[in-house]
């Protein structure tokens, strides 16, 4: 059975030959007066050896004719070749020809050229045999004083390594590292030897820091990183030493080195709750991330500052640097000011709100000039943050609401509607506010050229001009942007004339020319609602008349235009019918209809606010259910007696990041659940077949690790066997795996990695070649099955808002319908299924949702590890038969994804 992954310091290639060498061939090469040609003929015996070849009698060929050439590139090799030769007899002697070799070292480490001896030192780093080290102790330590710090450095880790070994050969380490300590010059030599000390005597490390610690600001940043990992894993594991060491950490945080500076700043926040240091490592992470250039960097330090922010204890003192973060805002990237205004909205509070605003619409206000598409999106940013801070904070309204409303007329359509959205919720939650709003939209009315914007421009206005004032006011703006009424027969006196049209001044008329009839749907339920309520409030008989003759003009007008030739397009029959609809609403005026243009379009936006503010509430409430919080009568765990786990506070944050990245973390939480693991198993090859296999894929961000069991079931020696792999699909396989020898009824792991470059299907496939026995003439094969790996682990659910989805479904061009086919009978129950299966996450609300009927319409939204967004969008109903159909739409930015997650619907709803 093949042990457990040995260390391997060396990494060569096939040999480039197709003539396996004897060894008479390699004496020839060996004993030859050309370095090159010993050069080569050194390099095929390493190769060979390698392999697995044993030439004994060619070790002192070596030993007479090649060691001693004085040839840098034939050091080089033997440096290799001493490492992978054998070194003992069958009986584990050591062999004798090793007593030449260890005194030929010996020359090396006295050597005066410094590459030599380094490179010699770094050699004897990989001995295991104490018997080689022990006569080249004394010039080992010789090197301690070398002139040159390359020497001095690997000296070091020389002596490192054997005393961590065989601290039989050098008992005095710790103190001799500590004298180093305290007379070397150079930063990587100082480094090493702190290294060592923290691993082989921590006291001694500690009692040398204390004795240097006034003077840690002008060590080198290799040394320093060091440093703070040593006091944080001191005062970590021992809270007493933290009045000893924590100056040392609060000494980092002016460091010049910026690596210094995180990790010191990262450490005093485990290290101390306390205002002044929370206040200071947060101060320090701003900096980073005014004065680092990389947006990665700046992300990373956001993310840590996020963090400090799901604590009540520390979110308090971060309140103190709302402003501090502002500053942050200087950035060009458009994701670090995302972060930075959603880390500023959950800490602003009443008392720096003001100020907040303030440096708000100065941003702002910078980019009305800007036309650059990341200028745009900034400003959509920025009216959003403006958005929340007025609800949130309604004081600060009648600052906000003059600036945003002068988007209105900005060409660019996402910033109008959201300052339109912003003005329909703040009116309707500040009735304070209605006045200013609806005079501020007003005037800026006439400047609006966009149509959708118009359309909603015209609802606010119309749905809150409550006075008699108002409503003549906008009635009068209508009118001018209109132009002369009625509008067939202006158009058509003009044309006679000859007279070239200018609509420039009258948006609404150009917008009807246009054959945008949409925009005259809209207008005439305003006029409509103007008419019904101005009749309310006036008791004038003729001027409740003349108001509901005028708007009955402009209506009648517009739906005219829709019939004739004029218009860029004709009108739609949806666009005529409502216009008609209004015309016989003011023609008859019934309470009910009244009642439903009067009342009922403020109670639908009140239920619509109310159930996006149920959602927010809903995602909090998701969002603070992830935290860990202590009861009472909770067991306390007591750090010395119990290993972190899910209920404890803090853990050790430089062992969980080293977890992290080297994959420990998740092998330990994957050894956990043993039946998930079991589920992924792969068989590739059938229980009859002389080599049997199976794989587990292990898939982790962007690469893939193919974990494969190979199993002989014969009796014969399987040689040579090698696992051929390929890929289809975005898929880059890594290495190759190596060739092995597998004996009667023996096993073996083999373990490659492969590179995932995008989000959709791909496959695995392949297959096994051996020879049985020595005979090389007909090799065997077994092809393996293929192995497809799964989009949905690369997708994860994510959320956005209605108009980034409208957004995203626009720019997307490839599009994937797939057909509903299922037995399911319940829509609810086919939508679980089918969130549960793409991993996507419904941004249609439950209230939308909810209540017994025949049909459903959704929208889902989901994000890969990779960035990319996949929209979905479903329309079901229940079939004659009882059974649901429909189709899903799904959008994204590549083909290969929207493909993959139709292929996974089409296969997983079979099933249901």
Request: charged fraction near 25%; aromatic fraction near 6%; hydrophobic fraction near 40%.
């Amino acid at each position: 059975m093949t042990t457990s992954e040995q260390a391997c310091y060396c990494l060569l290639g096939p040999l480039d030959d197709n003539e396996v060498p004897n060894e008479e061939m390699l004496r020839a090469e060996l004993e030859d007066s050309d370095p090159q040609k010993k050069a080569s003929g050194l390099k095929k015996l390493i190769r060979l050896m390698i392999s697995g070849e044993r030439y004994p009698s060619l070790l002192m060929v070596v030993i007479r004719f090649v060691m001693p050439v004085d040839n840098h590139e034939l050091k080089k090799l033997l440096i290799v070749f001493w490492e992978v030769v054998p070194k003992t007899t069958s009986d584990g002697k050591l062999m004798q020809e090793m007593i030449l070799v260890c005194d030929a070292y010996r020359k090396d480490l006295q050597h005066p050229n410094e590459f030599i001896r380094g490179s010699t030192l770094r050699f004897l780093c990989k001995l295991k045999e104490p018997e080689l080290l022990e006569p080249l102790m004394p010039s080992i330590r010789n090197c301690l004083e070398y002139k040159h710090p390359y020497v001095r450095r690997n000296a070091v880790l020389a002596i490192y390594t054997i005393y961590k070994n065989f601290d039989m050969l050098i008992p005095d380490a710790p103190e001799l590292m500590l004298n180093y300590l305290e007379g070397e010059q150079d930063a990587s030599c100082k480094r090493n030897a702190f290294m060592m000390l923290i691993h082989v005597d921590q006291n001694r490390a500690l009692d040398y820091l204390s004795t240097v610690i006034d003077q840690l600001h002008s060590f080198n940043d290799i040394l320093q990183l060091v440093i703070v990992e040593l006091v944080y894993n001191v005062c970590y594991n021992n809270p007493a030493e933290r009045s000893r060491f924590i100056r040392a950490i609060y000494g980092m945080l002016s460091s010049n080195s910026a690596a210094v500076r995180y990790e010191a700043a990262g450490a005093l926040i485990v290290l101390s709750n306390t205002p002044t240091a929370i206040k200071a490592a947060a101060q320090c992470y701003i900096e980073l991330i005014l004065k680092e250039s990389d947006n990665n960097v700046k992300l990373i330090v956001l993310d840590r500052l996020v963090e400090l922010k799901q604590t009540q204890s520390t979110e308090k003192v971060l309140r103190e640097l709302t402003m501090d973060f502002l500053r942050v805002l200087s950035t060009p990237a458009l994701e670090v000011r995302r972060k930075t205004l959603d880390l500023v909205l959950d800490l602003v509070t009443s008392r720096n709100v003001g100020e907040v605003v303030q440096v708000l619409r100065k941003e702002a206000s910078k980019t009305n000039d800007a036309s650059e598409d990341d200028h745009t999106k900034y400003r959509q940013l920025l009216v959003r943050a403006l958005h929340r801070c007025s609800i949130k904070f309604p004081e600060t309204a009648p600052q906000v609401i003059p600036l945003l409303v002068e988007f209105l007329s900005d060409c660019d359509k996402s910033s109008a509607m959201s300052v339109l959205e912003f003005v329909r919720e703040a009116v309707q939650r500040h009735e304070a506010l209605r006045g200013l709003a609806v005079e501020k939209v007003m005037e800026i009315f006439p400047m609006i050229k966009d149509g959708p914007t118009l359309r909603a421009a015209l609802w606010v206005l119309g749905e809150y001009s409550t006075d008699a004032h108002s409503i003549e006011s906008l009635l009068a703006r209508v009118k001018e942007s209109l132009g002369e009424l009625p509008l067939v027969d202006s158009e058509l006196r003009r044309a006679a004339e000859e007279v070239k049209r200018d609509t420039g001044d009258h948006p609404l008329r150009s917008q009807l020319l246009e054959g945008k009839f949409f925009v005259g749907a809209a207008l005439a339920a305003t006029l409509t609602k103007l008419a019904v309520r101005y009749t309310t409030l006036m008791s004038d008989e003729r001027k409740k008349n003349r108001l509901c003759a005028e708007v009955m003009l402009i209506i009648s007008s517009v739906l005219h235009l829709g019939r004739t030739s004029l218009p860029a397009a004709k009108m739609l029959d949806d666009d005529a019918e409502r216009l008609g609809v209004c015309l016989q609403v003011l023609a008859e005026r019934t309470g009910i209809v009244m009642d439903v243009f009067g009342k009922e379009s403020r109670r639908s936006l009140e239920n619509l606010l109310s159930s996006q503010n149920e959602e927010e509430d809903k995602l909090k409430d998701t969002a603070k259910s992830g935290t860990v919080v202590i009861q009472v009568d909770d067991p306390i765990a007591f750090s010395q007696l119990t290993v972190t786990d899910e209920n404890a506070s803090e853990e050790n944050r430089l062992e969980a990041s080293l977890l992290a990245a080297t994959g420990v973390a998740a092998k330990k939480k994957e050894e956990e659940d043993g039946q998930t693991k079991l589920s992924k198993v792969h068989q590739l090859t059938g229980l009859c077949d002389a080599v049997y296999a199976e794989a587990y894929i292990h898939v982790h961000q962007f690469d893939v690790v193919f974990d494969m069991l190979v199993v002989n079931q014969t009796a014969d020696v399987l040689q040579g066997l090698t696992v051929e792999l390929a890929t289809l699909g975005n898929l880059k396989l890594m290495e190759r795996p190596q060739p092995c020898t597998l004996a009667p009824h023996d096993f073996t792991n083999i373990k490659t990695n492969i590179k995932v470059e995008s989000t959709e299907n791909a496959v695995i496939f392949g297959n096994i070649v051996y020879d049985v026995g020595s005979s090389q003439s007909d090799r065997s094969c077994v092809v393996l099955n293929d192995i497809h790996l799964d989009i949905i682990d690369y997708i994860n659910p994510a959320s956005c808002s209605d108009e980034e989805f409208r957004t995203m479904w626009a720019e997307f061009e490839w599009e994937n319908k797939v057909l509903v086919n299922t037995n399911l009978k319940d829509l609810r129950q086919y939508l679980d299924k089918l969130l549960s299966t793409t991993n996507m996450r419904c941004l249609t609300p439950d209230r939308a949702l909810s209540g017994q009927a025949t049909f459903l319409a959704a929208n889902l939204y989901a994000k890969s590890v990779f960035g990319e967004d996949a929209l979905a969008n479903i329309s079901l109903e229940i079939a004659e038969a009882g059974a649901v159909s429909g189709h899903i739409r799904i959008r994204t930015r590549s083909q290969g994804m929207a493909l993959s997650l139709g292929d996974k619907i089409n296969v997983s709803q079979k099933n249901w």
